[in-house]
């Protein structure tokens, strides 16, 4: 599978998403869109055959949310600095605010443990 395709299958869940955590007009909320693209990719680690692609893709999935995070978070960001965000203090607060479930906070850490391995002694609990 090409970018173009992997561009084609998530376009639309991706544009959802962004709606979602649309304040008004231009104004997304970047830490709610965070949280939606690490969830989106570990579902997709996890279970790459759900979510329409094969193992094999998970990269080229892993570079086009990259381009999206960029797009809608800055410039630098891609998904290892959304992991890192959150696990930071200010995002782990933030996970607070969403009221995110004890299980998705752990769903997260997890990944972000695995994403980013040597970084993570640093991470508050």
Same mark, same amino acid.
């Given at each position: 599978?090409?970018? =173009? +395709?992997?561009? &084609?299958?998530?376009?639309?869940?991706? *544009? !959802?998403? $962004?709606?979602?955590?649309?304040?008004? @007009?231009?104004?997304?909320?970047?830490?709610?869109?965070?949280?939606?693209?690490?969830?989106?990719?570990?579902?997709?680690?996890?279970?790459?055959?759900?979510?329409?692609?094969? =193992? +094999?893709?998970? &990269?080229?999935?892993?570079?086009?949310? *990259? !381009?999206? $995070?960029?797009?809608?978070?800055?410039? @630098?960001?891609?998904?290892?600095?959304?992991?890192?965000?959150?696990?930071?203090?200010?995002?782990?607060?933030?996970?607070?605010?969403?009221?995110?479930?004890?299980?998705?906070?752990?769903?997260?850490?997890?990944?972000?443990?695995?994403?980013?391995?040597?970084?993570?002694?640093?991470?508050?609990?």
């Amino acid at each position: 599978m090409d970018i =173009d +395709t992997i561009r &084609e299958a998530f376009g639309p869940a991706i *544009s !959802e998403i $962004i709606d979602t955590c649309r304040i008004v @007009d231009d104004f997304v909320d970047k830490d709610k869109f965070r949280v939606y693209m690490v969830t989106v990719w570990g579902n997709a680690v996890l279970e790459p055959e759900r979510t329409g692609i094969k =193992d +094999t893709d998970l &990269e080229i999935l892993h570079d086009y949310l *990259s !381009e999206e $995070i960029q797009r809608v978070v800055g410039p @630098d960001e891609d998904l290892s600095s959304c992991y890192r965000y959150l696990m930071s203090q200010e995002g782990l607060d933030s996970m607070t605010r969403q009221q995110l479930s004890a299980r998705h906070k752990t769903f997260i850490r997890y990944f972000a443990q695995l994403i980013l391995q040597q970084e993570f002694d640093e991470i508050p609990t």
